[in-house]
């Protein structure tokens, strides 16, 4: 982090050097030019040094360029009471902006979505990070490539913003991150809490509490944030969004190899093929005619829907599936309420045990030359074994993500889902098989001549599945309870007198 009290930003200047000697050779050289970035925003911007002799992969936020209101009733700059309401920035226009009858007039740019307010009132009861037992929390919003940050509160556990941000959204299947940091003296930073809430799952004007978590969003830490958020959006610029590469995330937390972590997600493809395993096992009893009355009938129904099967029936059968899903849903209370439909049951195989360490390797080696071969060895087999990690995880979200489409776990996308399947099975009515693979051949071979240079060819359905959650995610979206002092004195109490 670097700091600037410039009116103007000056061009960056970049020294690249050799460090694995003492001399620290000098690389290269070069010069980038910050004055036409965007502000509260992350940009990925290639540098070529100078002379050729590299290019750097360079991540720029300009932040915090906008004096700092936070008036008071008695004029300070700052407050330690929340206000019960914070006056809305999203105005009428841009709530018009973005209904459906303003998108048929004009859909020019399709990565305007649509915009999200973000109101941050409080926290309480943050871990201390300071030898002073206080914290010197900000709080930091992000939204795909976007970055926004409150002002520091110092000396505090119970820091009052009274914030308000206006993010453009371009993707409603973004994930909003909010996070507490602890900045230090040296303009370092120190990890307190964070919440992630799916756009869609956003209720509009609802002040609440939500309970703070770990780095991964998986198991709660200490304190609480109230916020508030709105969002806004155009349901045709989203379906076409949908079927488009999702926007990569600049700042993610690197995997690292962790044997529980592979046991985790074969045990995750085995609860997902139990139903696969359940349905060989009960046609190999009909053909064992273990049970005569129902192989019987098994075999009657299958000579009728062989005899007569058209293929735009698969898509009913399809719809049939949903229906079926929609209503035990409903019965269980949860249809309707995305991201609901994680079972308490499936909890404890989502957590993650804590990776290797390497340093724990290190014990067993005695010199440092020792040290360098072991962990070299090490080093290569755990980025094999982490490739392989990468693709065990890779196929259990893939279907976990199929399972939670038909489960109704995001509502928009099954019922988009369901509209695709009806307008499949009327297509498959009325036009032969013959025509429509015609038509895709078509299309795959001529669409590098008619879209633009630099065209990056996607599949539209691997783009739609990736936009539904895995049990992961759904883990990490889920809401925990918040403690309060007042229950946590309690089980103390209740543990103490069950020792006693």
């Known amino acids: ?17 050799d460090d694995t000697n003492t001399s620290g050779e000098f690389i290269g050289r070069a010069i980038c030019n910050l004055a036409h970035l965007d502000e509260e925003r992350t940009h990925l911007i290639p540098v070529d040094l100078e002379d050729g002799a590299g290019i750097i992969d360079l991540f720029v936020t300009i932040t915090r360029t906008t004096a700092l209101q936070e008036a008071t009733r008695d004029g300070e700059n700052s407050s330690n009471v929340a206000l019960d309401c914070i006056p809305p920035k999203l105005s009428e226009e841009d709530v018009e902006k973005y209904s459906f009858f303003s998108t048929l007039r004009s859909i020019a740019s399709i990565l305007d979505v649509g915009k999200l307010e973000i109101k941050i009132y409080q926290a309480r009861d943050l871990s201390s990070k300071d030898i002073n037992g206080k914290s010197d929390p900000f709080c930091l919003v992000e939204l795909d490539s976007n970055r926004l940050r409150t002002h520091t509160l110092y000396k505090t556990l119970d820091p009052v913003w009274n914030k308000s941000f206006i993010i453009p959204v371009q993707d409603i299947h973004s994930i909003l991150q909010v996070t507490i940091y602890d900045e230090d003296t040296n303009k370092n930073t120190e990890f ?5 809430i799916p756009l869609l799952a956003i209720k509009n004007g609802e002040k609440k509490w939500i309970a703070l978590k770990d780095r991964k969003s998986m198991l709660p830490v200490k304190g609480a944030i109230e916020i508030e958020a709105t969002l806004v959006y155009t349901n045709l610029k989203a379906v076409i969004r949908t079927f488009n590469p999702r926007q990569k995330s600049y700042y993610q ?15 995750r493809i085995q609860n997902m093929l139990k139903g696969i395993v359940n349905l060989v096992k009960f046609i190999d009893d009909c053909f064992q005619w273990e049970n005569p009355w129902l192989s019987f009938a098994v075999f009657m129904a299958t000579l009728v829907i062989v005899w007569n099967f058209e293929l735009y029936m698969l898509p009913c059968v399809l719809l049939l599936f949903l229906a079926r899903n929609a209503v035990k849903e409903y019965r269980r209370g949860r249809f309707g309420k995305p991201y609901a439909t994680l079972g308490n049951e499936t909890v404890s195989v989502l957590v993650q045990p804590a990776p290797v360490d390497e340093e724990i390797l290190d014990g067993d080696v005695n010199t440092k030359e020792q040290k360098k071969s072991f962990l070299s060895v090490i080093q290569s087999i755990q980025e094999t074994v982490l490739e392989i990690q990468g693709y065990v995880d890779m196929v259990a979200s893939t279907l976990e993500r199929i399972k939670n489409l038909f489960n109704f776990t995001v509502p928009w996308l099954s019922i988009l889902f369901i509209i695709i399947l009806i307008l499949g099975g009327v297509i498959l009515y009325y036009i032969p098989l013959r025509y429509l693979i015609l038509a895709f051949v078509i299309n795959k071979f001529t669409k590098r001549f008619r879209k633009p240079k ?3 060819d996607n599949n539209e359905a691997a783009d739609f599945i990736s936009r539904l959650p895995s049990d992961i995610e759904l883990m990490r979206y889920r809401e925990l309870k918040i403690l309060t002092p007042s229950s946590t004195q309690k089980k103390n109490k209740g543990s103490t007198t069950n020792n006693k």
Request: glycine share 8%; charged share 20%; no cysteine.
């Open 253 to 267: 937390i690197d995997e690292k190899f962790s044997v529980g972590a592979i046991k985790q997600h074969v045990t």
């Open 454 to 456: 630099g065209y990056i």
């Open 192 to 196: 307190i809490g964070k919440v992630a």
């Open 1 to 17: 982090m670097y700091e600037t009290y410039l009116s103007e930003l000056p061009p960056l200047e970049l020294s690249v050097f």
